[in-house]
């Protein structure tokens, strides 16, 4: 098995859920799958919840030269205002850039590249990187994000995504 991390929301801030899923080489397809999945129950008890519309499905993952190409179901783009689709977007890119061979992370819905997201007109013409999200949502992995999978809501994290790392075995 390997240990990785799901990022998931707590509020308006990111937060890191530690999944154990069979030893794979596609670490990445394995993390976005649990991330689709959404929170277990004990991390939503935790305060855990996502951003991400219920039967948004990945349809494809490539890897290459650092930028991981992720490709979802067009409901992933459905609803929700400008911090819901910021927050739905950092949670994949937070996701995938855990891993040493992502550094950045460019987007499709239905096969098709993405440019312009949602109808709040996010524009992605050029791959995500984590510090390219607003201020407040880059500083939360940088300074806030914790890893509050086995927390009660009102209990401090003790884990952050920078200890989390890449997946262990």
């Given at each position: 098995?390997?240990?990785l991390?799901?990022?998931?929301?707590?509020?308006?801030?990111?937060?890191?859920?530690?999944?154990?899923?069979?030893?794979t080489q596609?670490?990445?397809?394995?993390?976005?799958?649990?991330?689709?999945?959404?929170?277990?129950?004990?991390?939503?008890?935790?305060?855990?919840i996502?951003?991400?519309?219920?039967?948004?499905?990945?349809?494809?993952?490539?890897?290459?030269?650092?930028?991981a190409?992720?490709?979802?179901?067009?409901?992933?783009?459905?609803?929700g205002g400008?911090?819901?689709?910021?927050?739905r977007?950092?949670?994949?890119?937070?996701?995938?850039t855990?891993?040493?061979?992502?550094?950045?992370?460019?987007f499709?819905?239905d096969?098709?590249p993405?440019?312009?997201?949602?109808?709040?007109?996010?524009?992605l013409g050029?791959?995500?990187?984590?510090?390219?999200?607003?201020?407040?949502?880059?500083?939360?992995?940088?300074?806030?994000?914790?890893?509050?999978?086995?927390?009660?809501?009102?209990?401090?994290?003790?884990?952050?995504?920078?200890?989390?790392?890449?997946?262990?075995?």
């Open positions: 098995t390997i240990t991390s799901v990022y998931f929301l707590r509020g308006e801030k990111i937060g890191a859920a530690r999944r154990t899923v069979p030893e596609a670490v990445g397809r394995a993390a976005l799958e649990e991330l689709l999945g959404g929170p277990t129950p004990a991390e939503t008890e935790a305060g855990l996502s951003g991400i519309p219920e039967g948004t499905e990945l349809l494809g993952l490539s890897i290459e030269d650092g930028i190409t992720v490709d979802l179901s067009g409901v992933y783009d459905d609803g400008s911090l819901a689709m910021f927050t977007l950092a949670q994949v890119v937070f996701t995938l855990q891993f040493p061979t992502v550094e950045s992370v460019s499709e819905l096969g098709e993405v440019e312009t997201f949602s109808s709040e007109g996010i524009v050029h791959p995500r990187l984590v510090e390219r999200f607003p201020e407040e949502i880059s500083a939360m992995r940088a300074n806030g994000a914790k890893d509050v999978a086995a927390a009660p809501p009102d209990a401090a994290p003790d884990t952050t995504p920078e200890d989390a790392g890449a997946p262990s075995s």
